[in-house]
């Protein structure tokens, strides 16, 4: 008898050992807007403030205010027990000089695209980007051009987007594929590091699923002055219908911005959509997303500082990229690819 109890009992014990092991989370269940949430003007203040701050120099591509700058950001990612990619040796992806000589451009100094990662629960294997780039234009005439908006604003979206994702992780909601930060250098100069991220990918470029790129969202341009609640939305759909309508929902059901598509138009003049850094997905056949507010007053002068951006659209519109993100790491397929990107 005591010996059946004793079977009984451990036999109990294996069944439920493995029934709490293979349990899985209903993501449709989770709180997705808690984790959006978390995503707060102040932090997005905190961080801005030091990575658009004087002592950062306005990260000219390799000087000492840009490494400075990755350093602040690597913290941050370590401080949110976010690691770099696996596969790599740390969270560098160093970009030599070399590889950024250009006729057009000044003479530039080995640099490094920053990467983080969350790797994914059920499809590891396939890898949402999520990018901005962390350059500016340095110093000109011994006056510091921080560049708070282009692209400060990006950079520490990207640093709260991450912790949004990590503090659901924590609650048993971890991204079923993975995500990769990817802060990339060089793009006030051409382009350099995205362009040299997608020609040496540290995942296949067939298993990258789609990018979000995010690109000054901290200010409102002249055609928003009385209305600041929008996003231009450039890209979702020359390639994949899904990654649009995934991005539409999104907004409509979390955020509610004013999706403006104005520089969607493949007659716009200015060029837009091949002027940041996920056009070097976009080229590889990677559907996209340039989330961006539009040029103003300050765009490329001295007076791009941190108490100019407005931290509560900056909020929002980082929140859209999140939301959005949100769906394409945990739905069932990958946005599929339909359109020649044109």
Request: hydrophobic letters at 30%; glycine letters at 8%.
């Amino acid at each position: 008898m005591r010996k059946t109890l004793l079977l009984a009992s451990l036999s109990l014990f294996v069944l439920s050992c493995s029934t709490g092991k293979n349990t899985k989370k209903d993501y449709a269940k989770a709180d997705v807007a808690k984790y959006m949430n978390t995503i707060t003007p102040a932090d997005l203040k905190k961080h801005l403030y030091i990575v658009a701050g004087d002592e950062m120099q306005g990260r000219n591509t390799g000087e000492p205010g840009q490494k400075k700058a990755g350093e602040y950001l690597i913290k941050q990612y370590e401080a949110d027990k976010i690691s770099f990619p696996k596969g790599a040796e740390n969270f560098y992806q160093k970009v030599p000089a070399a590889y950024m000589s250009k006729s057009f451009s000044p003479k530039l100094g080995d640099s490094e695209n920053i990467w983080a990662y969350i790797e994914g629960s059920e499809k590891p294997e396939e890898v949402l980007v999520i990018s901005a780039h962390y350059d500016h234009v340095g110093m000109k005439n011994g006056e510091v051009y921080n560049g708070a908006d282009d692209d400060g604003s990006g950079t520490v979206a990207l640093l709260e987007i991450a912790q949004a994702f990590m503090k659901a992780k924590a609650d048993g909601y971890g991204p079923k594929r993975s995500i990769l930060f990817l802060h990339v250098t060089g793009e006030e100069h051409g382009l350099h590091g995205s362009r040299y991220y997608s020609e040496n990918p540290l995942f296949p470029i067939a298993s990258t699923i789609a990018d979000l790129n995010i690109d000054m969202i901290g200010r409102r341009d002249d055609e928003h002055k009385d209305n600041g609640n929008y996003v231009y939305v450039i890209g979702s759909d020359r390639l994949s219908t899904d990654l649009h309508n995934i991005n539409e929902e999104a907004n409509k059901k979390y955020t509610r911005l004013n999706l403006d598509y104005k520089y969607n138009d493949r007659k716009d003049p200015n060029r837009y959509y091949f002027r940041s850094d996920h056009y070097n997905f976009a080229k590889k056949g990677i559907p996209i997303i340039f989330y961006f507010n539009g040029v103003h007053e300050d765009y490329h002068m001295p007076g791009d500082e941190p108490q100019k951006i407005e931290y509560d659209l900056l909020a929002k519109r980082a929140q859209l990229a999140f939301v959005t993100a949100w769906e394409l790491a945990n739905r069932d397929n990958r946005p599929v690819v339909d359109k020649d990107g044109k």
